[in-house]
């Protein structure tokens, strides 16, 4: 399989992160890239590295004026001496105000919605590396007859048009997803991560072009909290083009996989000409964040479904955790992804 990559993915690494009352050491490091670049080239995967390009595909998703306050922010923040070295929100917007200040510790909380989002003195340069990833990725898959892996880190599933959230500044799947249908129309994204794409859903509310599909856990039980209930099922304009599927936690491989299976009857249904799979592994039994309890064998009989369906896919690497195993979920998902090319039931649209 392809994967794409960039070593500046790996620049971006805050140690910790305020939440309950404390800072505790953040999950997001750059390990992780270092983890799952072994695992593809290991498996004897083509890696391929993402060119630089342009900030076009992702101000198609993302609010330029976002974009340029994240590339500009850090700069900003070390021009204050009396600040620490990692610009942390202490302020948020509620649905009560409803302007954009112009003081940078306002305008940080504007752009916001928690404490998880960290940013060094590198993290533009890592989080623009994952998007060109994404796009690059996007790009290859248009000319491809296998799908593609988008090794993204820092991940982007939670982040909205103007907001970073969740651990995620740019999404990545979105960005993608956007992309491809200038070459494919109709796209459909799966996501599988434990947590709901509540970015990706906000992102493609009013839109009939793109299917979202989640299966992850119930937001009653887990974060992102206030998103990714069964009843949100997209826009005006797009009603029943948003499907989530939440689950209770502790889930595991049978539960989980006949969700996935209801999403890909649905993404069928709408005859895609591409998929995207907004790919997790932090539903994984070892992960950190022990919300569901997925094997290596449940992700690799989820990736074997979704190849079966025979549709262009990319998948674009979400959440998954710092743990001896996760090297070896994503080795197991991309194993099964592979096996299951060759038990395809022909094209998702034909």
Known sequence: ??????????????????????????????????????AVTS????????????????????????????????D?????????????????????????PTDLIGELGWYSNSTTCPIGAET??????????????????????????AMCRPPGHHAYPDLMSGGCYLNNTAIAAQ???????????????????????AIFWDRADVLTCSVHVNPHEGA??????ADEVGGEAARGFNDNQPLPRGTGDATWLAAIGSALARIRGFEPGALVIA?????????????????EEGFA?????????????????????????LGRYLQAFLGGMERGRGHSVGSISG
């Open 279 to 295: 790919l997790g592994f932090d539903a994984a039994e070892h992960d950190p964040v022990a919300t569901f309890r997925i094997t």
């Open 76 to 100: 900003r923040w070390r021009q204050r001496p009396d600040f620490g070295p990692v610009a942390v929100p202490s302020v948020h917007p509620t649905h009560r105000m409803h302007r954009r």
């Open 1 to 38: 399989m392809l994967v794409i990559h960039h070593p500046d993915q790996a620049r971006h690494d805050v140690e910790s992160v305020f939440r309950t009352g404390r800072f505790i050491p953040h999950v997001e490091r750059a390990e992780r890239y270092r983890i799952f670049l072994d």
């Open 224 to 229: 992102p909290l206030y998103a990714g209930h």
């Open 43 to 74: 498996a004897g995967h083509e890696v391929a590295e993402a060119p630089r390009a342009g900030l076009e595909a992702i101000t198609a998703v993302h609010d330029p004026a976002y974009v340029e306050f994240l590339k500009g922010l850090h």
């Open 124 to 149: 533009w340069i890592s989080v623009l590396a994952s998007a060109q990833v994404a796009i690059h990725a996007a790009e290859r898959l248009t000319t491809a007859d296998a799908p593609v892996y």
């Open 301 to 325: 009989r989820a990736a074997a479904m979704i190849a079966a369906a025979g549709c262009p896919t990319l998948l674009v690497q979400e959440g998954g955790y710092i743990s001896a195993s």
């Open 179 to 201: 992309l491809l249908t200038r070459r494919f129309g109709r796209v459909a994204i799966l996501d599988i991560d434990v947590h709901h794409g509540n970015g990706t859903q």
